[in-house]
């Protein structure tokens, strides 16, 4: 696609289940984010792919959180036993993944809200 | 660790009118990269304008204008002939190498008729 798309667009779970987030990012692109945006506040940063691997997983606040990308595209963060906490949207973006240039802006999909009741 | 603050929660703007979002960040660094993001109700961030740090000229994207002052870290935005469809949060955010992309808070901009 055009874009980068993210499904799905909202998930209601309760609290003790497990989810799974997906993210196809824009073809070709190597580096692939996610990004918590809780209410009220801007995005911040969970785990960073390039290619297949995780670059940096520094941002996921616990084990219940994973993330993976086994071919190098879609990507699906997972989510072990939800708290009420992790009620957010979870923003996916993705850029050219090369330092320098426009390669470096990363494009956004339209997040998925997640609802933990 | 780099910061980005916004100073200014809530902003109003009266169409075709122009308004200046402030930001400011912290950083150590000399060559990273400066963002202005837009996000409307439907959560989608939208790229606004980009500049990179070595680049003394300030950036412009048609209506929209960064004030790019490297020495106070300085990033503010412009917008130029206020319209409707402007109404959203603006984010402005900082990236350098191949880090992720650190956020501000926010301004939302209201746009009046």
């Known amino acids: 696609g055009a874009g980068v798309s993210q499904t799905p667009s909202n998930k209601v779970t309760e609290k003790g289940k497990y989810v799974e987030l997906r993210c196809d990012p824009i073809?070709?692109?190597?580096?692939l984010y996610w990004y918590r945006q809780s209410l009220g506040q801007g995005p911040e940063f969970l785990i960073y792919f390039q290619g297949t691997g995780a670059a940096d997983d520094s941002g996921l606040p616990n084990d219940r959180f994973f993330a993976v990308r086994p071919e190098g595209s879609v990507s699906t963060l997972k989510i072990q036993r939800t708290e009420r906490g992790d009620s957010a949207v979870y923003l996916c973006?993705?850029?050219?993944?090369?330092?320098?240039?426009?390669?470096?802006?990363?494009?956004f999909g339209p997040g998925t809200r997640l609802t933990v009741l | 660790a780099q910061t980005v603050t916004q100073s200014q929660p809530e902003m109003s703007v009266q169409e075709a009118e122009t308004v200046t979002l402030s930001c400011t960040y912290d950083?150590?660094?000399?060559?990273?990269?400066l963002f202005w993001y837009k996000q409307p109700p439907s959560r989608q961030m939208i790229l606004v304008i980009r500049?990179?740090?070595?680049?003394?000229q300030n950036a412009t994207e048609n209506r929209f204008s960064v004030n790019f002052q490297k020495a106070a870290k300085s990033f503010s935005l412009k917008i130029s002939d206020s319209q409707l469809g402007d109404a959203a949060m603006y984010f402005c955010a900082y990236k350098e190498g191949n880090t992720p992309l650190v956020f501000g808070k926010g301004t939302r901009l209201s746009v009046i008729a």
């Open positions: 973006a993705s850029s050219g993944g090369r330092s320098g240039g426009s390669s470096d802006t990363q494009y």
């Open positions: 073809s070709g692109h190597t580096a």
């Open positions: 500049q990179e740090a070595y680049k003394q």
């Open positions: 950083t150590s660094e000399s060559d990273y990269y």
